[in-house]
């Protein structure tokens, strides 16, 4: 499955999204979309904007519609229905019965993960630009907790504060049908790394009955011409043995080899 043809591809009216697979791992029966985008798109079918985005610039609007069409297409290929997922009074994306997933959108490329609700109970994707020294050094005070910071050597690194800012936007919305409520950056921090693109994050703090303090979950990223893609997936209970074990290696490292080759 090709992932440079949709990251390479200029933005298109009309174009339908890609299906893509970017990490090492098998699919466990999900489904990732991508779709290059420009605030100009109109093309192909079009979801109704909700009234959060009445106001909305021309480009909030384009990544809307980017986002909720590869989100469509891979309800599409879960329950065989095109279904475009609304928006919440919480800004969440509403996914229709039997369905969940995530979605995110930067640097005109929208990307969504989708999967089926009897397998995951928590699904999450966040995609980056990777981050300039300045920028860095403006997102790690909020994004990295202390403890990071003194993991990593104190050093703000541009590449580990956008994998740790990236992780946990998708720890974020893997969580968020569980939690139900927003949670800062500081409620969970790194706690392991590979270059190999596996890492988890520990929560420092109980978000939920069945997410407390300590407790650690796996993710992959991956990096793909100038952009950081994260993922989150959380088995339902009687898949967790599975999934935890078997798709992730924890590796406590925080070290980073040379180039950040990931």
């Known amino acids: 499955m090709s992932v440079a043809t949709a990251f390479h591809r200029e933005a298109a009216p009309g174009a339908s999204p890609e299906a893509i697979w970017p990490w090492p791992d098998d699919r466990h029966d999900c489904h990732c979309l991508t779709l290059r985008y420009s605030a100009e798109d109109g093309g192909g079918e079009v979801p109704s904007l909700p009234l959060q985005l009445s106001n909305a610039t021309q480009r909030r609007k384009a990544e809307f519609i980017a986002g909720r069409r590869c989100a469509a297409e891979g309800t599409r290929r879960i329950i065989g229905r095109t279904i475009f997922p609304g928006m919440g009074e919480d800004r969440a994306p509403i996914w229709p019965e039997g369905v969940i997933g ?41 994004a990295l907790t202390a403890n990071e910071r003194y993991n990593l050597g104190n050093d703000v690194d541009p590449f580990m504060t956008g994998l740790i800012f990236s992780a946990k936007e998708s720890l974020f919305k893997a969580l968020y049908p569980t939690v139900k409520r927003s949670f800062i950056f500081e409620a969970a921090e790194l706690s392991s790394f590979d270059a190999s693109g596996s890492a988890s994050l520990r929560l420092t703090t109980d978000l939920h009955p069945e997410w407390r303090r300590g407790a650690e979950v796996p993710l992959r990223f991956c990096h793909i011409e100038g952009l950081l893609i994260s993922r989150v997936l959380l088995p339902q209970p009687g898949q967790r043995a599975y999934i935890f074990m078997s798709e992730y290696p924890c590796v406590t490292r925080m070290t980073l080899p040379a180039g950040h080759a990931v």
């Open 102 to 142: 995530a979605i995110s959108h930067s640097q005109g490329q929208a990307i969504a993960l989708v999967s089926s609700s009897l397998r995951f109970r928590g699904v999450g994707i966040d995609i980056e630009k990777l981050l300039t020294e300045e920028e860095a050094h403006d997102i790690a005070p909020q």
